[in-house]
């Protein structure tokens, strides 16, 4: 039998724990009011979150934002959003063209096979990996060439009329194990240094963030070694090759609420999440790679509940502001009546709909939405603004009871 020298399953899962552990206990230095993090899931992430931002701009929120980060699928909704911004009309604080204007050109692309399409693509052509083909398709049907140049001014004082939020998108790097932060203002690995004023396509952070391993992954972007900027604490930056091709997976291999930057900048933290729990298997393979895809899934899963703990943890504690909710939380849990939702059997299929980049029926969709927009109305009128009212669901003709 070969032998690896690799430490314990169990000395790995400790030692991970206490890799997030001890980053969620760093000291927190909040210069900024509202964060938001929308979390990775495939096409089921991007029409939950797309509920979130739904009541969010209605309850006033989305324009009080100073960060939105995003993983994976939830970097779909956040570019199409970054994309459009400067084509929101905003009256008393809501984009009242936001169903126009976001929703509609979501809920277009989540009828598209993405991922089916581009994998066939990747195949077949001999010059482009499916990653590249997953960029195509987002450039074709939602970017239409824009860059990270092209997103809302970030620097804007908050009080100016043009003022948007920081929109960031997270990837991880597959060399240095690191979150890769991709915003107008930066590129930044914090082993390597970053890149100021990328000029990367949307697209392509977009589908680096939702480079879901190891079928769409790897994505190998191309920069200019001497782009780079070394800053404090970057002990890779002196090596070249890390400096020339970035080679990047799932923004949710490292953190899948984006939670890191905002849970240390942002006085008030809100996370939509429609990640999916690690499933119970009664029966779980022998054979060496599907037990190792096992292993790593159960490895992965206990560094996200860790995250969530913590964050659970300093709300309660006040350390935090701010609310949490997810395609699996019990909308009964907030003790907030009326919801515009009942747990039950509807509820509990939403949240455990794939999570795939392919074709969502009209059903799949409109549900989706309503759930996030149903749990965000209960979580914000519980713990951000008691004296908000109830909503109304976007689309009552699919109504989750």
Known sequence: MPSFRTPSLNSQCINLNKHFEENAMEERTPDKEYGLGLSGGGFRATLFNLGSLWRLNELGYLKKMDIITSVSGGSITSGVLATRWNELIFQNGVAINFEQKVADTIQDFCKCDIDVSAGLSGIINIFDSISDEIVKRYDKHLFNGATLQDLPNESLPKDDPDYAPRFQFYAT?????????????????????????????????????????????PLKVNVKPNDWKKWDGAYLYDKPGLRSKLHLTDGGVYDNMGLESIWKRCKNVLVSDAGAPLNVDAKPSAEWAQQSVRVLNIITDQARAVRKRK?????????????YWGIRTKISGYNITPTLATDGQTTRKLADIRTRLNHFSTAEQK???????ALTDAAVRTYVDTSASIGNLPYPQYPLK
């Open 173 to 217: 790097s597959l060399q240095t194990g690191s979150s890769v932060r991709m915003c107008r203002k930066r590129l930044a690995d914090y082993k390597i240094g970053e890149i100021p004023n990328p000029k990367i396509t949307l697209a392509t952070a977009v589908a680096a963030s939702s480079a879901f391993p190891p079928v769409l992954s």
């Open 367 to 373: 549900k989706l939405i309503n759930w996030g927009y």
């Open 311 to 323: 964050l659970i943890e300093d709300y309660k504690r006040g350390v935090t502001g701010g609310a």
